[in-house]
């Protein structure tokens, strides 16, 4: 691959969390919690290995949501109509996201609590 048409494929990659940030609610909800979490992570004090969790779990999800706002768009690309498929697959998406935010809250408890009390 060429490095132009390498460096090209960042350039849309940035242009598609530019949109989701500024047309997904979702994402911009994520990215807030993002900043509130790395900010309680530098105002309590993580050793490296929380670091890595964090910052992999914050990855991770807006990752998701990113390819939840992506399956929408090509679901209402497919059908204008209602469709029971279409409803089970922006479901599913949407499980998907509320699974790994369950998880993430989770482990971000499991990680912050006993440091605060
Ligand atoms: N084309 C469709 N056919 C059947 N059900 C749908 C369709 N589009 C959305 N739904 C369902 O309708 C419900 C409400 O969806 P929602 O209001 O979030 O709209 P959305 O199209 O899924 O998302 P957005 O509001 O971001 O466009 C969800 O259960 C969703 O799966």
Redesign the pocket.
């Known amino acids: 691959m060429k490095l132009s048409r390498f460096l090209f494929s960042f350039r849309f990659a940035a242009q598609g969390i530019g949109t989701a940030m500024k047309r997904?609610q979702n994402m911009k909800v994520h990215a807030g919690s993002a900043v509130v979490v790395v900010a309680a992570g530098m105002w309590t004090g993580l050793d490296p290995v929380e670091w890595m969790l964090v910052i992999l779990l914050i990855g991770g999800m807006l990752a998701l949501e990113l390819v939840n706002?992506a399956l929408?768009r090509v679901?209402?690309l497919v059908?204008?109509?209602?469709?029971?498929l279409?409803?089970?697959?922006?479901?599913m998406a949407?499980g998907a996201v509320l699974v790994f935010a369950v998880a993430s809250a989770i482990i971000g408890l499991l990680i912050f609590l006993p440091k605060w009390f």
Not at 79 to 84: D, W
């Open positions: 997904e706002s929408e679901v209402d059908t204008a109509e209602r469709h029971p279409a409803k089970q697959a922006k479901d949407a």
